[in-house]
């Protein structure tokens, strides 16, 4: 379960003597409980210190190397998809694994362009190291087209600083390479504040399956969601929609304020007293929040203003810039702006009106025949029992 099976000796709590430990790889078969395994090993090997416990290793090799990063793919993808995609290009003859880890480039004096970071970093046997940072450079890139990246996500890897210091990977350590990871690093820190990842509510067994649409020709759900464009004027007409509806529920009932008055009893009457705010009686108890450190205040400012350049910016962008396998097998990872969260809550939790209103079918049980290639029909037959449309006004089922 380790990186290798070599020895090495640790120093002892007592003067002198000195502590030898191994590494051992333990494999186990498909039927056999292999996380109650690993997990009583780990409680057993704890308590010995120095690090002593069962740990998964990437690859099931002995000499396996990091050879670079993979940039704007979050933390809650399936990692064994993305393997078999990554995999699938080197015709199944290279084996990969990914591991999400901190970035190698550390910040210093002379390099103060390099913020901590952290991505799924690409680990090789050590043989084929070489070619496959060739083969990967190569392949994702900016210039590659958007259909031949996996899943049709847009990302771009990087080299690793160390392993071409070390001289392990087919590029060298100069200037241009580090100054192109550092680049990459900041673009995908914009992206990781700019943009969060939500899961469907609902289950889509037909992402990839292929359908004839009237208004859009052969079409896949993984492309129709791809080809969704937004502005911000329509997350303007969300929060509208939002506000008004929860003015309306204000209006609609009476502010409780019970809570604000005590009663007390004086010489047989009742009167009420109003009771004091919470900061009054006990102002060094609250708290805002956690206390920053001026590094991580200066960083929340940078990030606030970002998000407000992106709220400014008027040019129509997808509004899912990818869509990705999620953890649990059979779940779709959603990446859409921040300032589209509500839109894109939105679609999600109707799918089938939204689907309806613009593919442009003539009539509803057209339009059935087509979703029911990408949706479940228990689904389609509860929207149509609730008879949810799509509106225009609130952008919402």
């Known amino acids: 379960m380790s ?30 409980a292999a996380g109650t395994i690993c997990q009583y090993l780990h409680g057993e090997l704890r308590p010995q210190g120095y690090g002593a416990g069962c740990y998964e290793s990437v690859l099931q090799f002995d000499n396996i190397e990091m050879i670079g990063a993979l940039c704007f793919y979050p933390q809650e993808i399936n990692i064994r998809a993305m393997e078999k995609e ?55 890139h900016p210039s590659t087209p958007k259909k031949d990246f996996p899943w049709c996500a847009v990302t771009h890897y990087i080299s690793d600083w160390k392993a071409a210091q070390n ?106 007293k109003k009771q004091p705010p919470k900061s009054a009686v006990a102002p060094t108890l609250e708290h805002d929040g956690p206390v920053l450190t001026p590094a991580q205040q200066l960083r929340a400012k940078e990030a606030e203003r970002k998000r407000k350049m992106d709220l400014e910016n008027n ?41 309806t209103h613009h593919l442009g079918e003539l009539t509803t049980t057209q339009a059935n025949r087509v979703i029911a290639k990408w949706l479940s029909m228990s689904l389609i037959h509860t929207t149509r029992r609730k008879e949810l449309v799509w509106c225009l006004e609130t952008l919402r089922a």
């Open 167 to 272: 001289g392990t990977i087919s590029v060298k350590a100069v200037g241009p390479v580090k100054d192109e990871n550092l680049t990459m690093i900041l673009k995908h820190n914009d992206f990781v504040e700019l943009t969060q990842a939500k899961y469907c509510p609902v289950e889509i067994p037909g992402m990839l399956k292929q359908t004839t649409t009237k208004a859009f020709g052969p079409r896949t759900c993984l492309s129709m969601f791809l080809s969704i464009k937004a502005r911000p004027v329509h997350a303007e007409k969300v929060a509208a929609a939002d506000v008004n509806s929860d003015s309306d529920s204000d209006d609609s009932l009476l502010e409780d304020v019970s809570h604000k008055f005590t009663k007390v009893t004086v010489k047989g009457k009742t009167k009420s």
């Open 315 to 355: 040019v129509p962008s997808p509004l899912f810039i990818m869509v990705l396998p999620g953890e649990m097998e059979g779940t779709y990872l959603f990446i859409s702006r921040l300032k589209y969260a509500a839109l894109a809550t939105n679609v999600l939790n109707g799918l089938v009106p939204f689907f």
């Open 86 to 140: 990554l995999m699938r290009h080197f015709d199944w003859k290279t084996v990969i694994g990914l591991r999400y880890k901190w970035v190698n480039i550390r910040h210093s004096k002379w390099n103060e362009r390099s913020p901590g970071c952290m991505m799924w970093h690409v680990y090789v046997r050590s043989r084929d190291a070489k070619r496959a940072d060739r083969e990967l450079r190569l392949w994702l």
């Open 3 to 32: 990186f290798s099976n070599m020895s090495y000796a640790l120093t002892s709590n007592k003067p002198g003597e000195k502590k030898l430990c191994t590494r051992m790889r333990v494999g186990f078969e498909v039927e056999v």
